[in-house]
Each structure stands twice: as C-alpha cells, then as structure tokens.
C-alpha cells in the first residue's frame, strides 16, 4: 500500500469504533512469518494470520467459511 502499510491501517479502522471499526474482520496474508511478525500482527489488532502460499482452507477457516 503506498501510504500505509497493514499495521497502520488495521489501527485506524480499529481506532474508528463509532463507524463499526471495531467489528471488521481483518486477516492478513503475509509471508512475514516469524514469532515476532506474528505478535506485532496480533497486537495491532488483526484477527487472523495467514502465511504464504496461501493454504485455502486456512483462509477460509480465518474468514469464518
């Protein structure tokens, strides 16, 4: 994303509880999969990590399909 990136965007919409932010679904599809990527994306709010390549029953058990 050219302005932001996914960290700062999840805070964002978090941060706008009173326009629903807080019931977004938010799941990331990253190849960013180390202990610590996976704790930063848990901290700012994602609700779900999916490592790359992409294992679609994975994604859909993240997205609640």
């Given at each position: 994303?050219?302005?932001?990136?996914?960290?700062?965007?999840?805070?964002?919409?978090?941060?706008?509880?009173?326009?629903?932010?807080?019931?977004?679904?938010?799941?990331?599809?990253?190849?960013d999969?180390?202990e610590?990527?996976?704790?930063?994306?848990?901290?700012?709010?994602?609700?779900?990590?999916?490592?790359?390549?992409?294992?679609?029953?994975?994604?859909?058990?993240?997205?609640?399909?």
């Amino acid at each position: 994303m050219p302005v932001m990136d996914g960290y700062e965007a999840t805070k964002r919409i978090r941060s706008a509880g009173d326009h629903g932010g807080e019931k977004v679904c938010i799941v990331t599809v990253t190849s960013d999969n180390t202990e610590s990527d996976i704790l930063r994306i848990a901290e700012c709010g994602m609700d779900a990590h999916v490592p790359k390549p992409i294992d679609f029953r994975a994604l859909c058990t993240a997205l609640g399909s």
